[in-house]
């Protein structure tokens, strides 16, 4: 009998035994899921950051931790955590997120919001180029950025890429390194951020990138609140240099009432429900990986401690 912790916050509890109860049936494992049990009794951790537990010490025999969640931020520098750490990559979580760039992108391109906006009998043609006539550039080209890339490519966007190490996508004029940063943005007229939380990536959106952009771009970040500079960002919409926002993510959450982004007109704020981890697919990765590790094969998807994603 294998012993898994479900160590999310505990209103989880619900959406998640069937499916992982399921998705462990169809792997062959047997397996006792619990909320709760005796830390040294525990075999692997199901686990969201949101969870009560913080301290890993006592969990002794454990062989693994699961996280449910892409971004690892709130746990990669847990210094208690000494087993290996994978994140959440799943179809539902990419199906998600390029359903959620796509969408906003074209809200962009298309201008909707304009339209939106002149309802009242004023027939003005505003007539937007052809996708394959704007720059879209995506921060990012990991298992989200990826996929967004290669979507937006398919609906004949000019679309760039950016990462940390050289990539080759196909349709995807693909940059890299903090050179590649700069010609990345140059010109950009949607900017789409899908980059981790870590150290290296802090502030990757600030007055003098944001100022590479083309005059009146869209950002869109679903990424994480750390990668733009909120001051840099309000002053470049108030200049007119970035034209829209649509924000998913901050650096405190939920987002405070007070805070300028949910009065501003140019601003879009989403809840962080960009891509939400879903309970179906991601009990199947999570089963996949519990069984690998029984079996004495590699992780899926282990998370890189010193590069902090
Ligand atoms: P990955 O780890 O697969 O990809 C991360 C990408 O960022 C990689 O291409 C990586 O480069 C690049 N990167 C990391 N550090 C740097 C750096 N210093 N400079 C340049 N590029 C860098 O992550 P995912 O695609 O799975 O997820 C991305 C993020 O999306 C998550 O970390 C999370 O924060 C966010 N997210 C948000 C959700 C929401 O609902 N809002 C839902 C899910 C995720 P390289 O390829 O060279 O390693």
């Given at each position: ?233 309000l002053a470049a919409l108030d200049s007119g240099q970035v034209g829209r926002a649509t924000l998913d993510v901050f650096r405190v959450e939920p987002l405070p009432a007070d805070h300028p982004y949910w009065a501003h007109p140019k601003v879009t704020v989403t809840p962080h429900i960009a891509s939400e981890t879903r309970p179906e697919t991601a009990s199947e990765v999570i089963a996949e990986n519990i069984r690998r590790s029984e ?15």
């Open positions: 009998m294998i012993n898994v912790l479900f160590a999310a916050h505990p209103d989880r509890w619900a959406a998640y035994e069937t499916p992982l109860r399921t998705a462990f049936d169809k792997a062959g494992l047997s397996v006792d899921l619990r909320q709760e049990f005796a830390p040294d009794q525990v075999d692997y951790i199901v686990y969201a950051p949101n969870s009560p537990l913080q301290d890993f010490t006592p969990y002794t025999r454990t062989k693994a931790v699961l996280n449910l969640w892409a971004g690892v931020e709130k746990i990669v520098g847990n210094s208690t955590l000494t087993q290996p750490l994978a994140r959440m990559v799943d179809f539902g979580l990419r199906q998600g997120m390029l359903e959620w760039v796509t969408g906003h992108t074209l809200r962009y391109h298309l201008e909707i919001d304009y339209f939106l906006a002149h309802q009242s009998g004023d027939w003005k043609p505003l007539v937007p180029p052809l996708a394959r006539d704007r720059k879209v550039t995506v921060l990012g080209l990991g298992e989200l950025g990826t996929a967004c890339a290669q979507a937006l490519a398919g609906l004949g966007f000019d679309v760039t890429g950016w990462s940390r190490s050289a990539k080759t996508i196909p349709g995807i004029r693909s940059l890299h390194g903090a050179a590649g940063l700069n010609e990345a943005l140059t010109g950009a007229e949607i900017v789409a951020l899908l980059l981790p939380n870590t150290p290296a990536t802090e502030n990757t959106l600030n007055t003098d990138t944001l100022a590479l952009l083309a005059p009146g771009a869209a950002v869109i970040n679903p990424g994480r609140g750390p990668l733009i500079d909120d001051d840099a960002l079996a004495g094969e590699e992780l899926l998807f282990l998370v890189d401690r010193d590069l902090g994603y």
